[in-house]
């Protein structure tokens, strides 16, 4: 085994939510390190960067709601900090959202959704099929009516990535480009990990952040181990040419024969579509059927689109739990902490989820806006009454 380096706090997957873990412990003071082979890779370089607490509420995650309204509250000052320290600019358009329905069907499921959205205290705003059309005239003429919430907005996730890697950099972050293989524990208590490469890693505080593979690392206690799983997305990425701008302004979604799709303009010319959710393992393979489902659903909201060139298909590994929520914070074993299974959220939820390890790192609690999102409540429900 090679020799021994110890940080303070040593972050196991350097996806977003590992970066920004790491960033903010560095900037409380703890010597801290990041250990993954491709930092910045992950589940950040397939997904869309919508910023959408209002139009992705669902029935019964009231709670969630607070934590991801919490997180979009932060990320204008979250971007600005970002991109004042790098110099880098991360794609942050505050433009708005437009969710629109197709048929009676989906107009049906969204008049459910807007009538829950009040319920809840947000802001949105019932639109007609042609007060839709006046706002995006691309959308295509049997649009049924629609949501216009002015608040969900989004990010390019890979540029933010690349953010979090240059901050981490000019923080200190040691980064150790190498695989995670186990988890050592000693006294029980979380005591680092050793690479693939056999070097061992220790550390007073372990945060496991990998993602869909949080609950593979070898080592980690069956009764702490992450009961996360993954869930597949398809996303299509293409051009709009210049004579066919301004194509959409905003952030599209529709409820299409019951099934989601979205479409995200950067303003760089890019347009995301996506995406699907598949429950089938750890396969990543991008298939024929789920780029025409998409592709399908995204023509009758906008028919224009297949005009455009298709640059980019991908898939990727969303970290699900069974509640959907993420799992933040201390475990029951001494050392090791979660910042996992964001699911759809994990962009959203960057910042506060840096804010909340950061806090429990060095409090030893979290804080109380991130406490019902304690790993240790799956534990307490297998107890036995």
């Not at 607070?66 to 204008?76: G, H, K």
């Not at 695989?179 to 050592?184: I, V």
């Not at 990990?193 to 690392?217: C, F, P, Q």
């Not at 181990?225 to 993954?230: C, F, S």
């Amino acid at each position: 085994m090679s020799p021994t380096r110890t940080s303070d706090v040593l972050v196991v997957g350097g996806g977003i939510i590992g970066l920004v873990t790491a960033w903010r412990a560095a900037q409380r003071g703890l010597a801290t390190a990041v250990v993954d082979p491709e930092p910045g890779g992950g589940a950040a370089q397939v997904a869309a960067g919508m910023l959408a607490p209002v139009t992705e509420l669902h029935h019964g995650e009231q709670t969630l709601l607070a934590l991801n309204l919490e997180s979009a509250r932060r990320y204008p000052s979250f971007v600005a900090e970002l991109a004042e320290l790098t110099g880098l600019d991360l794609g942050y358009r505050a433009c708005g959202t437009l969710a629109v329905a197709l048929d009676a069907d989906d107009r049906a499921e969204l008049r459910e959704l807007h009538a829950l959205q009040r319920r809840s205290g947000l802001d949105s705003e019932w639109l007609t099929g042609r007060d839709c059309r006046r706002l995006e005239p691309m959308l295509a003429p049997g649009v049924r009516g629609g949501l216009r919430v002015d608040g969900d907005h989004q990010v390019d996730p890979r540029r933010l990535a690349a953010a979090l890697v240059a901050a981490c950099e000019h923080a200190g972050v040691v980064l150790h480009r190498a695989w995670a293989e186990r988890l050592t524990v000693g006294r029980d208590r979380a005591t680092g990990v050793v690479t693939g490469a056999g070097t061992a890693l220790t550390a007073d505080h372990v945060v496991l952040a990998g993602g869909s593979l949080s609950g593979r690392l070898k080592g980690v206690p069956a009764e702490v181990l992450p009961p996360v799983r993954p869930v597949k997305g398809q996303v299509l990425r293409l051009t709009v040419p210049a004579r066919y701008a301004p194509f959409l302004s905003r952030t599209v979604r529709a409820v299409v024969r019951g099934g989601q799709v979205y479409l995200v303009p950067r303003e760089n010319g890019e347009l995301v579509v996506g995406a699907t959710s598949e429950e089938l393992g750890w396969d990543t393979t991008v298939t024929a059927g789920g780029v025409y489902e998409l592709l399908r659903d995204a023509h009758e909201l906008v028919p224009g689109i297949t005009e455009l060139p298709l640059t980019e298909t991908r898939a990727g590994l969303r970290p699900g739990s069974p509640d959907n929520a993420p799992l933040l914070g201390p475990t029951e074993l001494p050392g090791l902490l979660l910042a996992t299974g964001h699911h759809r959220n994990g962009v959203l939820l960057t910042p506060v989820t840096g804010d909340a390890l950061a806090h429990a790192l060095t409090t030893g609690e979290l804080p109380d806006g991130a406490r019902p999102f304690t790993p240790k409540r799956f534990s307490l429900l297998e107890q036995p009454a």
